[in-house]
């Protein structure tokens, strides 16, 4: 149950998009639809942006999109605001029954 | 109104024990898969623990932790043991919406460490 790879930090000025990569396995991010991304800011419980790959749920912005291709997941995120600037974490329903999460990736907002 | 909110959090010595809780309001507990995710000083989430008609757990805490749950008194708990420095987090109470990795009700996390 090896964490998904993530980038450690990425940046982008406020209007542009980003995208967070989360790279796993066959057994993981490439064998299923159920790939979920969280944003949590310091001090605060993670919030859900993102769940079965590209679902939003109520209440969170459509500027926040997810993707797939193989065993790398992404999540987008368009037209950035100072707000934005948390870490993400994408976590994967595994071959195992289990969840594997992400190291985690701090967006700044430059 | 609907939540989650954890106890149990506190300090303890290595090779100890703690059971954790998480009371649940505005919700049937039993229609529910609950989750305990934790979250090292300075570190990433890692999930630990599921349960529902069955447990499952990851590996790093299997024969460690237990979970269960007590419908009747809206609770899951996370039985802690052979505790290690390693422990040391904020431990989630998360419940899991219908499909997988739906995690959208998160408690506020208990601490919990573990020195000498």
């Known amino acids: 149950q090896s964490a998904l790879t993530q980038p450690a930090s990425v940046s982008g000025s406020p209007g542009q998009s980003i995208t967070i990569s989360c790279t796993g396995t066959?057994?993981?991010?490439?064998?299923?639809?159920?790939v979920s991304w969280f944003q949590q800011h310091p001090g605060k419980a993670p919030k859900l942006m993102i769940y079965?790959?590209?679902k939003w749920p109520s209440g969170v912005s459509n500027r926040f999109s997810g993707s797939k291709s193989g065993n790398t997941a992404s999540l987008t995120i368009s037209g950035l605001q100072a707000d934005d600037e948390a870490d993400y974490y994408c976590?994967?329903?595994?071959?195992?029954?289990?969840?594997?999460f992400g190291g985690g990736t701090k967006l700044t907002v430059l | 109104e609907v939540q989650l909110v954890e106890s149990g959090g506190g300090v303890v010595q290595p090779g100890g024990s703690l059971r954790l809780s998480c009371g649940v309001s505005?919700?049937?507990?039993?229609?529910?898969?609950m989750h305990w995710v934790r979250q090292g000083p300075g570190r990433g989430l890692v999930w630990l623990s599921r349960?529902?008609?069955?447990?499952t757990y990851a590996d790093a805490v299997k024969g460690r932790f237990t979970i269960s749950r007590d419908n009747a008194k809206n609770t899951v708990y996370l039985q802690l043991s052979s505790l290690t420095v390693e422990d040391t987090a904020v431990y989630y109470c998360?419940?899991?919406?219908?499909?997988?990795?739906?995690?959208?009700?998160w408690g506020q996390g208990t601490l919990v460490t573990v020195s000498s």
């Open positions: 998360v419940r899991g919406d219908p499909g997988y990795g739906v995690f959208q009700l």
């Open positions: 505005g919700f049937t507990l039993s229609s529910y898969w």
């Open positions: 349960i529902y008609d069955s447990t």
């Open positions: 066959s057994s993981d991010v490439g064998g299923f639809d159920y």
């Open positions: 079965e790959v590209a």
């Open positions: 976590t994967s329903f595994t071959t195992s029954s289990t969840w594997v």
